[in-house]
T-cell receptor, first 117, second 116 residues
């Protein structure tokens, strides 16, 4: 079945450092890939997405590129802030962007990111 | 704010009891999804409804059931509760077009269930 693997952390960085959170996946076909962020005490917010190979999703300074050859979707940010402290989830959908019943998302276990001032 | 609402925010109950969690999707969304987030299992997809009909099932226990009503709100019913059912339960919704759903999902704030 489908699966997502990501580093669990916690990952601790200083403010303005470069961030990479690795995410690799196993899926049949051509999944859509997502990064969600969960701030303390809150629900999941969609951070960015990519629906086909070589697509780059970006939002709020975060970027991730859909690499089919390495089955990866690593999250990056050039300069992190204290406010970026949260748990980040990589997820996939094995259904097309628009099609079928959509089905549930498969999530990684989440990476806890701590940014120190 | 995603536009998805869930009630209650917190729920504390005893083993063997039954509870109902409620979700209202974003305006216009026909698809509703339920997820369970626990420390040991992570985030797991439970079940999906589309316009009142069950569309997909994930790792949902037989003690759990869900339904979606004509006004599109959904309820997740958890019965014969066990300590291990303590978790955060999320509802999500997605838009659709022409009878099929987009796979981009928007999540509510969750209901934290504590079983004592």
């Amino acid at each position: 079945g489908d699966s997502v693997t990501q580093m669990e952390g916690p990952v601790t960085l200083s403010e303005e450092a470069f961030l990479t959170i690795n995410c690799t996946y196993t899926a049949t076909g051509y999944p859509s890939l997502f990064w969600y962020v969960q701030y303390p005490g809150e629900g999941l917010q969609l951070l960015l997405k990519a629906t086909k190979a070589d697509d780059k999703g970006s939002n709020k300074g975060f970027e991730a590129t859909y690499r089919k050859e390495t089955t990866s979707f690593h999250l990056e940010k050039g300069s992190v802030q204290v406010s970026d402290s949260a748990v980040y989830f990589c997820a996939l959908s094995s259904t097309p962007e628009l099609g079928g019943g959509a089905d549930g998302l498969t999530f990684g276990k989440g990476t806890h990111l701590i940014i120190q001032p | 704010d995603s536009g998805v609402t869930q009630t209650p925010k917190h729920l504390i109950t005893a083993t063997g009891q039954r509870v109902t969690l409620r979700c209202s999707p974003r305006s216009g969304d026909l698809s509703v999804y339920w997820y369970q987030q626990s420390l040991d299992q992570g985030l797991q997809f439970l079940i999906q409804y589309y316009n009142g009909e069950e569309r997909a099932k994930g790792n949902i226990l037989e003690r759990f059931s869900a339904q979606q009503f004509p006004d599109l709100h959904s309820e997740l019913n958890l019965s014969s509760l066990e300590l291990g059912d303590s978790a955060l339960y999320f509802c999500a919704s997605s838009a659709s077009w022409g009878g099929v759903s987009y796979n981009e999902q928007f999540f509510g704030p969750g209901t934290r269930l504590t079983v004592l």
